[in-house]
């Protein structure tokens, strides 16, 4: 009787079913955690009424999530944020589903690939990215890309599947730059797997494409912070080392024990060598793209501050490329008996546990500087209510944190009936009186 019910258990709460439930719970959880959110810093450069879904913003083609924001400011205005944030919560759910996928397909265990996404659904260490709308344009070209990967990982590409790899390829760089090290390790992949001819068949039109946008908007993008002369020697690869340490310190929960993460990851890659080119390949060449991700970014970012590299948004592609590489080797772990076994879900469950505290922590912490945002908004339109006159259509009533909305896009948000003023205090009013006085 015992074991027939255990049986049934096991029939019933298979890794795929807890992985899918666990997807739902997710989803939830983060829009419950970001309910108090609203728009800030670069969601205003999407929701311009006459936003140039071309052109680069800050280095990067954003067509796609342009196109998304101005679709939901078209169909359900700006009264509630949540459903900005759900594009940006989808976009992470589809990345976490899409790293199982790949986890299980590398050969780690099932069980173990969905203990680790079930941690990375609410990933705290890069609550910036789940709690910012703006950043479905990160995640979205990531999630996109990943795809990729799924469909050249495999025996045989037939050439629909070759078509829809290299049309997705294309559609992963119109949501963010974030694509390219993604569909790098997906072109090295797929000549693993199916020799050079057809990779450049698959890959060579996306980055054709993209070399054209590049050279006719983003050439000399004066928004990054690059690296340059006898610094990129000497400064990028510190850079790229605080971007391991950081991220995966952040991950861990213990900072210092980030170096210690990635050494293990280097000395698991050594013992599984010659296992490269076989299953696991999908999972080293995520991790290999990892790689590219930190060179591209010190190249491109590395000028400003160091402790940048740490920032939220880096530690998101960082943690969750290694993922599939962690689920093997915790996996050779695991396999060593039960006590291993017991440790390895404890890590886990504590390493889950830091991230929804800093989750809810950060969410939080974002949401007072959101609301302040809606505040000092509402009190742009009070003045602009009373004086129509009071500021030019180019003044920024919100220069430090809303640098892209302007006193016109106050206005035709206002025109157009896409925003529901919130109360606001006299603070507020004399924050963007002091803002509007110097134009």
Same mark, same amino acid.
């Given at each position: ?23 739902? =719970?997710?989803?939830?959880? #983060? ?18 009424? @006459? ?21 939901? !400011? ?19 759910? +589809?990345?976490?589903?899409? /790293? ?13 690939? $969905? ?20 950043? =479905? ?10 795809? =990729? ?17 290299? *049309? ?10 974030? +694509? ?20 450049? &068949?698959?890959?060579?039109? &996306?980055?054709?494409?993209? #070399? ?21 020697? $000497? ?37 599984? !060598? ?14 290999? &793209?990892?790689? /590219?991700?930190?060179?591209?970014? +010190? ?15 880096? *530690? ?24 291993? !076994?017991?440790?390895? &879900? ?10 929804? $505290? ?10 007072? @500087?959101?609301? !302040? ?45 896409? =925003? $529901? ?19």
């Amino acid at each position: 009787m015992v074991e027939r019910a255990a049986g049934r258990v096991r029939t019933v709460l298979t890794p795929t079913r807890v992985h899918l439930t666990s997807l739902v =719970v997710g989803a939830i959880v #983060l829009l419950v955690i970001g309910r108090d959110q609203w728009f800030s810093y670069d969601d205003w450069a999407l929701l311009h009424p @006459t936003a140039n879904w071309w052109a680069s913003h800050q280095g990067h083609w954003t067509t796609a999530p342009t196109l998304l924001f101005q679709l939901l !400011r078209a169909t359900v205005g700006l009264h509630s944020y949540l459903p900005y944030l759900a594009l940006a919560v989808i976009a992470h759910l +589809a990345v976490v589903h899409l /790293v199982w996928r790949l986890s299980v397909r590398a050969g780690a265990s099932a069980w173990l690939s $969905t203990g680790f996404a079930a941690v990375t659904l609410v990933l705290g260490c890069a609550a910036e990215n789940l709690f910012w709308a703006f950043q =479905v344009g990160f995640m979205g070209a990531v999630a996109v890309a990943l795809l =990729v990967v799924v469909l050249v990982d495999r025996p045989v590409v037939s050439l629909p599947w070759a078509v829809a790899a290299g *049309v997705l390829a294309v559609v992963a760089l119109t949501f963010s730059g974030t +694509a390219l090290p993604v569909l790098a390790g997906a072109a090295i992949l797929s000549w693993v797997r199916h020799g050079l001819p057809r990779s450049l &068949a698959i890959f060579a039109p &996306a980055g054709l494409i993209y #070399l054209i946008w590049y050279l006719l908007e983003a050439r000399g993008d004066a928004s990054t912070l690059g690296v340059h002369g006898i610094g990129f020697v $000497t400064r990028a690869p510190l850079f790229v080392a605080v971007m391991f340490g950081a991220g995966y310190g952040q991950f861990v929960g213990v900072l210092v024990l980030g170096p210690v993460v990635a050494l293990a990851l280097l000395a698991w890659l050594w013992l599984a !060598r010659r296992r490269w080119l076989g299953r696991e390949a999908v999972a080293y060449v995520l991790l290999l &793209a990892s790689a /590219v991700f930190a060179v591209l970014t +010190a190249i491109s970012r590395g000028g400003g501050e160091l402790t940048a590299a740490g920032a939220q948004r880096y *530690v998101y592609l960082i943690v969750m490329l290694a993922i599939p590489t962690m689920a093997l080797a915790l996996g050779w772990i695991a396999a060593r008996g039960r006590a291993a !076994r017991v440790l390895v &879900a404890l890590a886990l469950v504590l390493i889950a546990g830091v991230n929804v $505290t800093w989750g809810v922590i950060r969410a939080d912490a974002q949401s007072v @500087t959101e609301q !302040r945002v809606q505040r000092e908004f509402s009190a742009t339109v009070s003045l602009l209510s009373a004086d129509p006159q009071f500021a030019p259509p180019g003044a920024l009533p919100i220069p430090d944190v809303a640098p892209d909305l302007t006193v016109a896009d106050v206005e035709a948000d206002v025109r157009e009936g896409l =925003v $529901t003023p919130v109360p606001f205090g006299p603070a507020d009013r004399a924050a963007v009186r002091s803002s509007l006085a110097t134009h």
